[in-house]
């Protein structure tokens, strides 16, 4: 058996981080069984859906590094659902009920007041001929619903089923089938809610594990009870814990919050966005992990809290950091010509401000810093600038040693009696114009002793 995941998004906005927590689970879980990753898009909604969110996906995913085996849509496969509904109908199952929203409303409100289950009763299962006729004549249409299987022999009379499965994240689950309304698989108009077209695609497609959030626990028990309908062994279900804001609320595509988006153009880098959408409310440390190769070995579903994971935003900005400074002069040698810094001093200049970055855009200011010195000259003290018109006097000439800095700080304080933060802010100052940032021991050889003088105050 080759395992094969499924990420199903509908195509109705941008995807945001708690999205691509579901994406990554499905895709590390290939990663560590070989399997497949299927990249399908739920667009039944044909009002909502479009093609342009649809490749904006895509785009969000594979930034990620998340990269697709197959591309399916849901639009093109109306035939397969079609096929489906005749033979659900054929079987009994699926039947054709006529109430109205409103009248719906009324009856669960009537169910709560007698203490029942607010669950639809079945009551067209009782319509006769006639009332049907009627109720096509007062140009009603029917919507389908797909009749559970929770009864004995009176579907007017359901009773406690159970629906067990062992769950690849959170263990043994169960739902009771008498306690969920036979879900409407068909609309009004002809056209599909998620269920059917899910479970349909699901078999089509050989999906054997399907990951998602717990807000789809229930939904697993009807799923189940219709893949049997449709004569299918059910896929291993896993449900992952969801990601909230530090206030509890939930993520939306409508609203737009943390969209994948949104990081990448804050300069967040993808094994930022990848660690933490992984390893929050899990067992393991959130930390950051620089390949998904290494996120996928330390991937394990089960892991995984039952309780939602609400995190802070400000901890991609500390994952960020923590990545780069660590970050290989060949993993960003590309980026960087694309921000114009290239040539024999880049890997240096590189190695050199790495650990001062909060994201790898700051590279440019320092390397305007390194190459056109301070971008606003520093108000000195008069000690100070004839301390420092001093220290540049004492500047050694070339060639340097990597030692230049050690070697001309020591001639310095030798020559001044300055030391520690007297000696060495002045100097920082008049060669960065900053308070703080890169060791000027790494520094100092970029600049060059032309490109040191140029800043004598």
């Known amino acids: 058996m080759i395992v094969t995941v499924r990420f199903a998004p509908s195509p109705t906005g941008r995807i945001h981080i708690g999205n691509a ?15 497949r990753f299927i990249q399908r898009f739920d667009d039944t909604d044909t009002a909502r859906s479009k093609q342009e969110f649809a490749d904006a996906i895509l785009y969000d995913l594979h930034w990620l590094g998340i990269f697709q085996d197959a591309t399916e849509y849901q639009s093109r496969r109306i035939g397969a659902y079609d096929t489906a509904v005749e033979r ?101 108009d002809g056209t599909y809610l998620y269920t059917l077209p899910s479970v349909v695609d699901d078999i089509d497609m050989g999906v054997t594990h399907v990951i998602r959030g717990d807000d789809h626990v229930t939904n697993t028990g009807v799923q189940i009870a219709l893949f049997r309908a449709l004569g299918a062994q059910p896929p291993v279900f896993g449900h992952h814990n969801l990601l909230t804001t530090t206030s509890g609320e939930g993520l939306s595509k409508r609203t737009g919050a943390l969209s994948i988006e949104g990081l990448r153009e804050a300069g967040i880098e993808p094994m930022a966005v990848a660690s933490l959408a992984v390893l929050i409310g899990t067992s393991e440390n959130v930390e950051a992990v620089p390949t998904m190769a290494e996120l996928a070995r330390r991937f394990d579903p089960a892991a995984t809290s039952k309780s939602a994971a609400k995190f802070d935003p400000d901890e991609l900005q500390v994952l960020n950091r923590a ?24 890997e240096p200049f590189w190695m050199a401000v790495r650990g001062n970055l909060d994201k790898l855009a700051d590279a440019a200011s320092w390397w305007r810093i390194v190459n056109q010195g301070p971008q606003e000259q520093p108000d000195f003290l008069e000690e100070d600038r004839e301390f420092l018109r001093m220290a540049f006097d004492l500047l050694p000439e070339e060639p340097w040693s990597d030692t230049i800095w050690k070697d001309w700080t020591a001639k310095v304080k030798e020559e001044t009696g300055r030391k ?12 960065t114009g900053l308070p703080s940032g890169p060791e000027l021991a790494d520094l100092l050889p970029l600049l060059g002793r032309e490109g040191t003088l140029a800043r004598r105050p």
């Open 88 to 188: 659900l109908k054929a079987a009994g199952v699926l039947y054709a009920c006529y109430e109205t929203p409103e009248e719906l409303d009324l009856r669960r409100k009537v169910r709560r007041t007698r203490g029942l289950p607010p669950v639809y009763g079945r009551e067209s299962l009782a319509l006769t001929p006639e009332e049907i006729a009627q109720h096509e004549a007062d140009g009603r249409r029917p919507h389908w619903r797909f009749l559970l299987p929770n009864f004995t022999s009176d579907p007017a009379q359901p009773e406690r089923t159970d629906i067990h499965w062992n769950d690849l994240v959170r263990g043994e689950e169960t739902v009771d089938l008498a306690s969920v309304s036979d879900p409407v698989l068909v609309r009004e």
């Open 21 to 35: 927590r579901t994406a990554l689970f499905n895709w590390l879980f290939a990663q560590k069984h070989r399997g």
């Open 323 to 346: 990545l780069l400074h660590h970050m290989p002069f060949g993993q960003v040698r590309d980026r960087l010509m694309v921000l114009g810094i290239s040539g024999e001093r880049a």
């Open 420 to 431: 520690g933060k007297a000696l060495f802010m002045p100097m920082r100052l008049a060669l």
